[in-house]
């Protein structure tokens, strides 16, 4: 039997970095391992609809968000194809309709790579898994979920790299490290060691500073770490923060946990300052939200801290039961610097669901 045609739909999150992926290897492999947070409010949603065609030469697709066209995107995801190819051979044996939608305002300056590239792969590897069901019984019994999500990881990788944590929550890990011996650089795996439950539905507040077009994509970024003086630092600094991580995750404590990932956040940031060329991301708004966080954190003792990722857009990071006292600060004093006001709240999430 074979398929003729079909349709699938996920909905994926996007993630946030807590030890950061910045510099690549060929093919996607990263230069250090990183963590994030999965997120569960800011999320793509995709339906693949596939019919069979007659011309196998060439990939046939259209890409629509919000229900309009989007022929800007098709690059991108030819450039995706071509690199997934040899993993899904069926890819042009099918003429697809990509409609896509995020949660959260296109252009507000918050990446939808990692959304909706593991979004895409997920539905791939959906028609893969159809495919596989009809007519490789052998196949078949090996296909199971571990194989479906580290495969779907892995093509996720290959669309955007950061897009590998998006499968699953709640804490991700990508690149290889003595700290987590599972990990790999091919693919996102689940945290495996103990979390303390002050980190249970940890609160990210997104506040829009600049909701433009990046002027440097991380494409752009993430090459400028080849040659870079302070590259092979970084990358070294990156495994000696997973051994710092991992005590702190277990023991929840917040103070540590902070001065980490504030710390992550301005040496991305000052990976850019210093490469050649050099560019700045922050705006002097995110500077202004820096030093508030800094100041209501000194006089409340409250364990507000910040990450930042390729952007000027702050998250401010908090756990659940200090959130009352936190978001009340947040809208009297750190609102007004986001771009028309607007800010996303959202919260560790647990990953990607068929929908
Ligand atoms: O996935 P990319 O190639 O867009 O790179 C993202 C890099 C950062 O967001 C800055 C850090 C990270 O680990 O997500």
Redesign the pocket.
């Known amino acids: 039997k074979i398929i003729e045609n079909g349709s699938v739909s996920w909905e994926s999150p996007s ?3 807590l ?4 510099g ?1 290897k060929k093919d996607q492999i990263p230069e250090n391992p ?1 963590i ?1 947070f999965t997120l569960n409010n800011c999320k793509t949603i995709t339906t693949l609809t596939y019919s069979k065609k007659e011309d196998t030469s060439k990939f046939e697709f259209d890409v629509f968000l919000d229900g309009e066209k989007k022929d800007s995107f098709k690059s991108k995801i030819e450039i995706f194809f071509k690199r997934i190819e040899a993993y899904l051979p069926f890819l042009k044996d099918y003429y697809f309709k990509i409609d896509t939608k995020n949660t959260f305002p296109h252009s507000s300056g918050i ?1 939808s ?2 959304s909706g590239m593991s979004a895409l792969a997920l539905c791939l590897m959906s028609i893969e898994k159809e495919l596989v069901d009809v007519t490789l019984s052998a196949a078949k019994r090996s296909f199971n979920n571990d194989y479906f999500t580290k495969k779907a990881s892995f093509l996720a990788r290959l669309g ?4 590998c ?1 998006s499968i699953e929550g709640d804490l991700i890990v990508w690149g290889a490290n003595k700290t987590v011996a599972e990990a790999s650089d091919l693919y996102g795996v689940k945290y495996p060691h103990e979390v303390h439950d002050n980190f249970k539905a940890y609160q990210d507040t997104i506040l829009l500073v600049d909701k433009g077009e990046k002027q440097v994509s ?2 752009v ?2 090459n400028l770490m080849h040659g870079h003086p302070f590259a092979q630092n970084r990358f070294k600094q990156a495994h000696d923060n997973f051994e710092v991580l991992k005590p702190i995750l277990q023991s929840g404590d917040l103070n540590k946990f902070i001065a980490l990932i504030e710390s992550e956040a301005l040496t ?1 940031h000052a990976m850019m300052m210093t490469s050649m060329p050099y560019f700045i991301l922050m705006k002097p708004n995110t500077l202004e939200i820096i030093n508030k966080i800094w100041q209501f954190r000194e006089s409340t003792g409250l364990h507000v801290g910040f990450t930042l ?2 952007g000027a857009n702050v998250h401010v990071l908090y756990p659940k039961n200090e959130s009352a006292e936190i978001l009340e600060f947040i809208k009297n004093e750190l609102v007004a610097y986001c771009q028309n006001g607007h800010y996303i709240c959202d919260e560790i999430g647990f990953g990607a669901n068929q929908l």
């Open positions: 993630n946030i970095a030890i950061k992926y910045w690549k990183s994030s990446a790579s990692a955007s790299g950061s897009a944590r991380s494409t970024g993430h991305l990722d390729a």
